[in-house]
Every structure is written in C-alpha cells, then in structure tokens.
T-cell receptor
Framework: DTGVSQNPRHKITKRGQNVTFRCDPI?????LYWYRQTLGQGPEFLTY????????KSRLLSDRFSAERPKGSFSTLEIQRTEQGDSAMYLC????????????FGSGTRLTVV | AQSVTQLDSQVPVFEEAPVELRCNYS??????LFWYVQYPNQGLQLLLK??????LVKGINGFEAEFNKSQTSFHLRKPSVHISDTAEYFC????????????FGTGTSLTVIP
C-alpha cells in the first residue's frame, strides 16, 4: 500500500491550454474523490466515483472539467481552456465503501494558470 | 448543504502549552464530524472522527475533540503541543450516511513557538 499518488505535483500552464491530472488510489479502495483547494480555503468537493461510475458532480465542475475512472482503477481530471481562476490545488482521495471512516488523500497537484 | 466555520484562521502557541482549535457547523438532523491535518506540501491526514456514541473522541498524536450538539461545535484540543504539530487543521462535516461528500472549514494554521 503506497497511498494515494497524484501526478504531476505541480503544473504551470498558459491560459487557454488543456491540462490533465492523474490519480492512483489505494488499490483496494473502490471510491475515488476529487476536491479543489484554493489559497486560504478548505477543500471543496468536485466529484466522486464508485468503481468506474461517476455518481456525483458538484456545480463547481463546469463544462470545461471532465473526470474519468476507466476500469475503476486510476482516475484523470481534465480541464479544458484553462482560466486563471482554475489555479488551485487539486486533491484526490480514495476510500473503501464506507467512507465515513475517512478518506486517504494524495499530496495534490498544484495548478498555476498564467 | 452543510457549512463549517473555523473561527480562528491562525493560532500561535508556545511549545508544551495547551491549544484549542474551534469548529462550529450548521445544524442538521445528524452529522458526522472530522478533523484533518495538513502538513506543508502534503495531503490531508485524518486526525479523528465522531460518528456516534461518546461525545469525547481521541485521535492520533494526542489530539482529542468533543462533540457538543447543543452548541453545534466540535472543538479540537491538545494538552501539550510540540513543534511538530505546526500545520494547517481542517474541520469537516458530512451529513450523508454514505459520506459521499465532506464540507470543510477554511482551516486554522497552528504555529508552535519554541
């Protein structure tokens, strides 16, 4: 068990470019979550998967955002036509079915849009 | 939707002194409460949780928290802090039995002064 792994750790991109982040959850966890954390704020829920099914999406997840979890393993979060307001830390977490016992978070991907 | 208020954005405290980090949440029929810690450049780590039962819960690293339903609070305490406790602390609440989504506070930055 190597924990939740996120790549890349940092990403700097020009406004208007597309970016993709990857999350590898703990292998036996069937739930995977994406959160966004901006400076001085707590994490905000974006979306979550149970196995390969995307079961819930926040209103924060605009049409420019898309997340996938093919085969219920790793997940990708893509942001199209990035804007400066997308600059944030993107956190991935995973859990077993009963996530009330707490998530395991990755170290996050810090996105800076210039 | 739930909301979480962490009243103190920054808390400086001398080493070996006691500390209390405050957290209040919006009322609901039933809530599940969590404290997470985030060290620099790392993901969030679960400190402790309240799901049901005893209102005083103990967590890792000597932290404890008390659930107070009448005051809708879940304050975090430690009787004697160490330098290594310097970090960002987040209170989170879930009002869904399946824990699909956590609502986080804005965080409290604890700085332990030697």
């Amino acid at each position: 068990d190597t924990g939740v792994s996120q790549n890349p750790r940092h990403k700097i991109t020009k406004r208007g470019q597309n970016v993709t982040f990857r999350c590898d959850p703990i292998s036996e966890h069937n739930r995977l979550y994406w959160y966004r954390q901006t400076l001085g704020q707590g994490p905000e829920f974006l979306t979550y998967f149970q196995n390969e099914a995307q079961l819930e999406k926040s209103r924060l997840l605009s049409d420019r955002f898309s997340a996938e979890r093919p085969k219920g393993s790793f997940s990708t979060l893509e942001i199209q036509r990035t804007e400066q307001g997308d600059s944030a830390m993107y956190l991935c977490a995973s859990s077993w079915a009963d996530s009330l016992y707490g998530y395991t978070f990755g170290s996050g991907t810090r996105l800076t849009v210039v | 939707a739930q909301s979480v208020t962490q009243l103190d954005s920054q808390v400086p405290v001398f080493e070996e002194a006691p500390v209390e980090l405050r957290c209040n949440y919006s009322s609901s029929v039933s809530v599940y409460l969590f404290w997470y810690v985030q060290y620099p450049n790392q993901g969030l780590q679960l400190l402790l949780k309240y799901l049901s039962g005893s209102t005083l819960v103990k967590g890792i690293n000597g932290f404890e928290a008390e659930f107070n339903k009448s005051q809708t609070s879940f304050h975090l305490r430690k009787p004697s802090v160490h330098i290594s406790d310097t970090a960002e602390y987040f209170c989170a609440v879930s009002d869904d039995l399946t824990g699909n989504q956590f609502y986080f506070g804005t965080g409290t930055s604890l700085t332990v002064i030697p």
